[in-house]
């Protein structure tokens, strides 16, 4: 296809942009009391938490609850972000969902541009293709921290292609990695396992005989890779030092509900065998960083087969749906597919062939990009919707009611959604010590988890809950704790003061409360949450990323949120840990100091 001119590639980045921002916020912009997926609560009050107490604070939480002080990295720059833009942490944490799309369809026009040397007329249909993807769209509901360390990844694998030809890049790759194993160390060793099969590609592929003197041997370039890996993968292992608690538990890896629930948003049938199509077509007299740059890809798609394979012979499934977004190599040479028919399609048909490749590229696009509804499972959705609602009306009353008593919510219902969602709705200092017991009240009384032989099923999973969660139960109980009972609408406990439906104080003073008005999330406030992150991320990492790559500004203007997001979940966890809150003042301090810092040091070296 022909080239298109500087502005005109500008204009249609922007519109790429705004294209990712609808399909990542549509779920939520203009709802009252939009649906919430069982991890949204989770990120909301890890990231007030850290904002209010700093990041030791969740080293205090029971393990039981998954408080996760091993991947602080989220909460971190959750906290900064928000407090840059004075927003509260759900509609900052809905936002980054958005910003983490585009951060990643960025990334891979950045790939598209130096690592595949694809025109700038598909640089707009790799930002939009990839950050709007299915394996985004659907990775964005209930995955969010993996979401933000693929941003990372993904940037990863734009420089390492570079590297493997002599291009500088180990330091930034460095970056990259630490903050990515701040954020979810899990996925960072997975994919540093991706690296590393990429190199020994990289050692055994022949495709013509080349000399050993070539400066390009392969063996020379797998090298490279490797000396990568090892300097990347060490800065990740020492960074991890500077997490509240060091990674001490892997999560279980096998089961079948979520594969049944959300696997089917990925596409897998369809994608795979575009990324297959885009592999043969895109390696087709490739150039050296061109082929490097596809076998990466292709290295890093395989994960989704490999991880298939390895599933089938298990005797239980293994988590594929979170395998699925990872290996972001899926969509990336899906596009890349995509792009080269349509290519192909306007070099040799003439007139008619840009008819066929606009065809192509829409058709294409429509079909790779994930649908927003289809994260959601509408009836579970209503259902955390209405724990939210209840949830709020508890964190109202609560913000009335003074002093340092413990508060439990008794429930019968999923003790590990409900202590989720109360913990983002208590006042924020509360956090800490608010408790959720699985039983009545009247159990609830006995000092103990619910053991009755006629209530086998809520006995068994109050034993296993109340071992995880309330590790000193006497420190509870003892300082006469506030209870507040979430159960059923039509019924209240004896003797209780009902707040709302399903809302009963069952021990605590019972102070004049309205019922909140509805949660509504405007179109105006997410996007304005949305634009303004990206900006800070824009701000901070564009004087990193001109400081380590030799790249055109271009590149590193679509790289820049990624490194905004690695410079500030580094500065953030590092400060955080000395006791320091990360809202306010300290994170307004933290953007400029960052970014101010690596502007300075990129503008100093450039001058010397």
């Keep these: 296809m022909t080239s298109i001119s500087a502005p005109r590639t500008i204009l249609f980045i922007v519109v790429a942009v705004a294209g990712v921002v609808l399909v990542l916020l549509l779920p939520f912009g203009g709802e009252t009391d939009p649906a919430t997926s069982f991890d949204m609560p989770y990120y909301v009050w890890r990231a007030q938490l850290v904002a209010a107490e700093g990041l030791d604070s969740l080293a205090g939480i029971p393990d039981g609850v998954f408080p996760n002080p091993d991947r602080a990295g989220f909460p971190a720059l959750a906290a900064i972000l928000g407090a840059a833009g004075r927003l509260d942490a759900l509609t900052l944490v809905i ?326 969602i109360v913990r983002a709705w208590v006042p924020t200092e509360r956090i800490p010590d608010t408790w959720v017991y699985q039983g009545t009240p009247e159990d609830l009384a006995t000092g103990g988890p619910v053991s009755d032989s006629e209530r086998a099923a809520l006995s068994s999973s109050s034993q296993a809950w109340w071992s995880r969660s309330w590790p000193r139960p006497s420190d509870v109980l003892d300082r006469d704790p506030l209870v507040i009972d979430l159960g059923p609408t039509d019924r209240a406990p004896p003797g209780s003061a009902v707040l709302a439906p399903g809302v009963s104080v069952i021990r605590g003073p019972l102070p004049a409360v309205t019922e909140p008005e509805p949660l509504r999330l405007g179109w105006s406030r997410l996007l304005l949450a949305a634009v303004a992150s990206l900006l800070i991320l824009a701000f901070v990492g564009g004087g990193w990323a001109r400081l380590l790559l030799d790249l055109p500004a271009a590149s590193v203007v679509l790289l820049a949120p990624a490194f905004g997001i690695a410079a500030l979940t580094i500065a953030g966890v590092a400060v955080g840990r000395s006791g320091v809150p990360l809202g306010g003042a300290v994170g307004m301090a933290l953007i400029a100091m960052t970014g101010g810092a690596g502007w300075l040091i990129s503008r100093l070296r450039r001058s010397g």
Excluded: C
């Design 95 to 420: 936002a980054m969902r958005a910003v983490s799309a585009i951060a990643i369809g960025a990334a891979a026009a950045a790939f598209a541009k130096e690592s595949l040397g694809e025109p700038s007329w598909s640089w707009p249909w790799f930002l939009v293709g990839v950050g709007a993807s299915a394996a985004v769209v659907g990775a964005a509901i209930g995955s969010l921290e993996q979401l933000v360390a693929e941003v990372l990844f993904l940037g990863v694998a734009t420089i390492a292609p570079l590297v493997a030809r002599r291009r500088p890049g180990i330091v930034a790759t460095a970056l990259l990695l630490a903050a990515a194993a701040l954020t979810h160390w899990i996925f960072t060793a997975l994919f540093l396992g991706v690296l590393l099969a990429f190199a020994a590609v990289l050692a055994l592929w022949r495709d013509r005989p080349e000399p050993v003197s070539d400066p390009d041997h392969r063996r020379d370039a797998a090298f490279r890779v490797f000396r990568l890996v090892a300097i990347g993968g060490a800065t990740a292992i020492v960074s991890v030092a500077l997490l509240p608690e060091l990674p001490h538990r892997v999560p279980e890896v096998v089961g079948e509900k979520g594969n049944l629930t959300r696997l089917a948003t990925y596409e897998l049938g369809l994608l795979i065998p575009l990324a297959a199509i885009g592999v043969l077509l895109g390696l087709r007299g490739a150039r050296p960083t061109r082929r490097d740059a596809i076998l990466l890809m292709t290295v890093w798609a395989a994960a989704v087969p490999v991880a298939m394979l390895v599933s089938a012979l298990l005797p239980t499934s293994l988590k594929l749906f979170r395998v699925a977004p990872f290996a972001l190599g899926v969509p990336v040479l899906a596009v890349l597919a995509i792009v080269t028919v349509a290519s192909l399609a306007s070099e040799r048909l003439g007139a008619p062939g840009r008819a066929v490749a606009a065809a192509v590229l829409l058709g294409g696009l429509l079909l790779a990009v994930g649908t927003p509804a289809a994260t959601f499972d509408p009836a579970y959705g209503a259902y955390t919707t209405q724990r939210m609602e209840r949830a709020r009306v508890a964190g109202r009353y609560l913000a009335q009611v003074a002093g340092e008593r413990p508060i439990v919510f008794t429930t019968r219902e999923d003790p590990r959604l409900i202590d989720r």
